[in-house]
C-alpha cells in the first residue's frame, strides 16, 4: 500500500488548501475500496502491479487535483480573440518592420555589419534583439489583457454595448472619396511644385548654387506626366468610388512606374554640380559626393517599400477580379 | 468525421445528464464509490475524476448534503439530496422529459421526410426506367 499512500501524497500537493483533507480523505476512500473490491474478485491481495494499474487508471496526480480546481485563466474567452488580434497587429506593425529594416542594414549596410565585428556577430546581435523585442511586446499585451481580464470580469464592461454603434458595411473594394479627393490634392501640390523645377538648375542664388544632371529634364517630365495620370485615375475613382480589375491594374501600373522613377533618381547621382563660396571647393565636392551617396544608399529601402507597395496593388487586382469577391447589399455589381 | 469529434461531441451530450443522474441517484443516501457502481449498473459510466468534483459542486450549490460517518471498519462520506435538490431535480426532470419530446419530434419528423424522399426518389427511378424502355424503339 506504499504505492497508493504515495500517490495519495502526490495529489495533496496539487490541491486547495482548504479542502485538502477532504479531499484526500474521499479518495483514499474510493481507492481503497476499488480495491478491496477487485481483491474479493480474486480472493487475494493485489500485488504492486495491480495496485499501480489501479492508480495509472486513476491518472497522474496533477490531473486528478487540478479536476478539484475551479477554472482559472489569465485571459478569458471574451477577451481572447481581440488579445490575438492585438499580437497579431503587434507582429505585422511591429515586429515586422524591424525585422525588415534590420535585414537591410545586415544586407545593404557596411558599417552595420563593421560596428558588430563581422556578418556573423550583427546577425547574432540582431536575432538577439529581435527575441527581446518580441518578448516584450508579448508580455506587455498579456500583462495588459490580464488586467483587462479582472476589470471585465468585476465589471463586466464588455456586456453594455450598443448594435447602432457597430462599424457600418465594409467593402475592400469600395474607394473613399476623401482618399480620391486627398490624392487629386496631392498630385496638384506635386505638379505645382516640380514646375518650379523644371531646370536642371535648381538653386542659384550668390551663396549657393545647385545644378542637377541632365538626366533630370527626363525625370521631371516623367513625374509631370506619371502625376497628371495619377490625377485623372483619381478624378475617374472619385466618380465611380469602386475598385475594378482595368483601374486597379493602372494602379499598378502607375506605382510600379513612379517607384521606377524614384529608384534612378536616388541612383542616377543627380546633384551634379554643388557651389558654395563660403566653402573651399574640396569640401563642397565632398558635400556633394556624400549627398549622392546617401541617395545611392537609401536605394534598397526604396526596393523594399516598392516591392510592399506593389504587393498590395497586385493583392487589389486578385481581390476585384476573384469571382466570390464580397458586394455591399445596394451597390452595383458592374462598374466600369 | 474522426472518432474524436464523436468522442467530444458526445461528452457534451453527456455532461447535462450526468447531473440529473446524480441527482435521481442520490435520492437513497450512498457514498461515493457505490454511487459510481450503482450508474454503471443502469449504463452511465462516470469516472472518479468526473464524479467528486461533481458531487462537491453540487453540495456546494447546497442540492447535496453530506455527512462522514464509519461503515466496515472505515470512514465514507455518505451523500444525499437535500430539500433543494429534490425541487432541482423535479424541474430536471420536467425538462428532461419536455426535451425528450421535442427532440423525438424531430427526429421522427425528419425520419418521416427522409422516407418520403426516398420513395419519391424510388418512384422517379421507376418512371425514368420506364421512359427508357418506351424511348428505345422510338428512337430507331
Known amino acids: ?54 492508480l495509472k487508471e486513476r491518472g497522474r496526480p496533477l490531473l486528478v487535483a487540478n479536476r478539484y480546481q475551479p477554472q482559472q485563466y489569465l485571459i478569458g474567452p471574451v477577451l481572447f480573440p481581440i488579445y490575438r488580434f492585438v499580437l497579431k497587429i503587434v507582429a505585422l506593425c511591429y515586429l515586422l518592420p524591424w525585422v525588415i529594416v534590420w535585414l537591410c542594414l545586415l544586407a545593404f549596410s557596411p558599417s552595420y555589419r563593421v560596428s558588430h565585428g563581422n556578418w556573423a556577430m550583427s546577425a547574432m546581435a540582431g536575432w538577439s534583439s529581435l527575441w527581446v523585442l518580441a518578448v516584450s511586446a508579448f508580455g506587455i499585451v498579456t500583462l495588459v489583457f490580464t488586467v483587462l481580464e479582472h476589470a471585465q470580469a468585476k465589471s463586466r464592461f464588455l456586456e453594455n454595448w450598443n448594435p447602432r454603434r457597430l462599424p457600418p458595411l465594409r467593402d475592400p473594394n469600395q474607394i473613399k472619396r476623401s482618399a480620391s479627393i486627398g490624392e487629386l490634392a496631392g498630385n496638384f501640390a506635386l505638379i505645382w511644385w516640380i514646375s518650379y523645377l523644371s531646370s536642371p538648375l535648381l538653386v542659384n542664388r550668390p551663396e549657393i548654387r545647385v545644378t542637377l544632371s541632365h538626366s533630370w529634364t527626363y525625370l521631371f517630365r516623367s513625374l509631370l506626366l506619371l502625376a497628371i495620370c495619377n490625377m485623372a485615375l483619381a478624378g475617374w475613382n472619385l466618380m465611380r468610388p469602386y475598385w475594378t480589375g482595368l483601374r486597379a491594374t493602372l494602379r499598378l501600373v502607375t506605382d ?51 516591392v510592399i507597395i506593389l504587393g498590395v496593388d497586385t493583392y487589389r487586382i486578385i481581390r476585384v477580379t476573384r469571382k466570390d469577391r464580397f458586394f455591399a447589399p445596394g451597390v452595383p455589381v458592374t462598374v466600369v | ?54 458531487l462537491r459542486r453540487l453540495e456546494s450549490q447546497g442540492l ?63 418512371e425514368k426506367s420506364h421512359g427508357a424502355t418506351r424511348a428505345v424503339p422510338a428512337s430507331r
Open chain 2, 64 to 126: 447535496l448534503s453530506s455527512e462522514w460517518r464509519e461503515q466496515d471498519k472505515r470512514n465514507k462520506r455518505f451523500y444525499r439530496l437535500s430539500h433543494d435538490g429534490e425541487l432541482i431535480l423535479k424541474q430536471l426532470v420536467a425538462e428532461w422529459r419536455a426535451m425528450d419530446e421535442a427532440l423525438n419530434g424531430i427526429l421522427d419528423g425528419n425520419l418521416k421526410q427522409g422516407e418520403e424522399k426516398q420513395d419519391e426518389k424510388k418512384q422517379d427511378a421507376k
Open chain 2, 1 to 54: 468525421m474522426s472518432p474524436e469529434s464523436f468522442e467530444n461531441l458526445r461528452l457534451e451530450l453527456r455532461r447535462g445528464c450526468l447531473v440529473v443522474a446524480v441527482l435521481a441517484a442520490l435520492r437513497e443516501e450512498q457514498y461515493g464509490y457505490t454511487l459510481r457502481k450503482a450508474l454503471a449498473e443502469h449504463g452511465i459510466d462516470i469516472d472518479e475524476g468526473t464524479l467528486y468534483p461533481l
Open chain 1, 256 to 306: 510600379g512606374i513612379g517607384w521606377a522613377l524614384f529608384c534612378w533618381f536616388l541612383k542616377a547621382n543627380m546633384v551634379a554640380e554643388l557651389v558654395i563660396p563660403s566653402i573651399p571647393p574640396a569640401r563642397v565636392l565632398l558635400i556633394r559626393d556624400g549627398a549622392n551617396l546617401w541617395m545611392a544608399k537609401s536605394l534598397p529601402l526604396a526596393l523594399v517599400f516598392g
Open chain 1, 1 to 54: 500500500m506504499e504505492l497508493l499512500e504515495r500517490y495519495l501524497q502526490a495529489v495533496k500537493f496539487w490541491l486547495p488548501n482548504e479542502q485538502k483533507q477532504d479531499i484526500i480523505a474521499e479518495l483514499s476512500e474510493d481507492l481503497r475500496s476499488q480495491i478491496e473490491d477487485r481483491e474479493t474478485e480474486l480472493g487475494r491481495n493485489l500485488n504492486e502491479a495491480e495496485i499501480e494499474a489501479i
